[in-house]
């Protein structure tokens, strides 16, 4: 039975991911900040594990790292992130080259950016002992550089910009996996905002199809839900 390890899983697209993955058969560990949500405790149990979580913690993610340390870990899917505490387009509130926050700002990178580097690096050796271990950060059409047409959000573009970069940069340091950048779309959630175009289940049931034919050559890649190339 395949396993996924979910950061993020108590709502939005983490807790999409976590239903859907159940839904296939799939050993899911899904990991949240709060493990007692009610939206996991009503998931079917057989298959779920329910890890506490907050990727900003180190020290946690190290122990829980400990914790696994023997399992095999199939997918990776570094979902946890934020905009702040707003979502789209409330966000833009805090994040503009005349009202920024930076408090805000470097809680932002803290959790998108740091965050992801920290998880990834703690569960490495657990996506090495799969067969073909696969690693998704997850990014967005706003971390895209050739992308930006309308300026704003300077610090959630720039932790998925980074997020992006050191994706490439596990892509040439751990041949053995394959690690890419991907951008879910605009999708109905909590920080996307009720004005967003795709359904979460719409967005992540492409996600599960695009990372189940991920070969080697995807790595280092920058895709879509779909799986198509979006532009760096
Ligand atoms: N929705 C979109 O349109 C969209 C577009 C592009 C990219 N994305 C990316 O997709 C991912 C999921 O976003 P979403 O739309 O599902 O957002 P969401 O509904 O706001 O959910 C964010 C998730 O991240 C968790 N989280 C935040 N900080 C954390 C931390 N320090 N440690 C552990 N978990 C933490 C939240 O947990 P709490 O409940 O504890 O806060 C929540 O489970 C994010 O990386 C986001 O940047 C989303």
Redo the contacts with the bound molecule.
């Keep these: 039975m395949p396993t996924v390890l979910i950061?993020?899983?108590?709502?939005?697209?983490?807790?999409?991911f976590t239903r859907q993955y159940l839904d296939c058969d799939w050993q899911v560990i899904a990991?949240?900040?709060?493990p007692n949500?009610d939206e996991l405790l009503v998931l079917p149990t057989a298959r779920l594990r329910i890890c506490e979580?907050?990727?900003?913690?180190h020290a946690i993610v190290d122990q829980l790292a400990g914790e696994l340390q023997d399992m095999p870990i199939d997918v990776l899917i570094?979902?946890?992130?934020?905009?702040g505490p707003k979502?789209?387009p409330e966000c833009m509130a805090y994040s503009g080259f005349n009202n920024m926050d930076f408090e805000i700002w470097r809680q932002i990178l803290?959790?998108?950016l740091l965050?992801t580097f920290k998880v990834a690096t703690a569960f490495r050796s657990n996506l090495v002992k799969s067969e073909r271990g696969i690693l998704v950060n997850?990014?967005?059409?706003?971390g895209s550089v050739a992308q930006n047409s309308l300026g704003n959000l300077y610090s959630?573009r720039t932790s998925?910009a980074g997020l992006n970069m050191m994706t490439m940069g596990f892509s040439k340091d751990w041949p053995d996996i394959v690690s890419v950048a991907m951008?879910?779309?605009?999708?109905?959630?909590?920080?996307?905002?009720e004005g967003?175009e795709?359904a979460?289940e719409d967005s992540v049931c492409e996600q599960i199809r695009t990372i189940g034919r991920l070969t080697a050559e995807y790595s280092g890649c920058f895709i879509d839900h779909y799986g198509e190339p979006v532009p760096w």
């Design positions: 950061t993020g899983a108590n709502r939005g697209l983490g807790l999409e990991c949240t900040r709060k949500a979580l907050d990727v900003t913690n570094n979902n946890a992130g934020t905009s979502g789209a803290e959790i998108n965050g997850m990014s967005s059409d706003l959630y998925k951008a879910p779309g605009w999708c109905r959630t909590e920080l996307g905002g967003a795709i979460p």
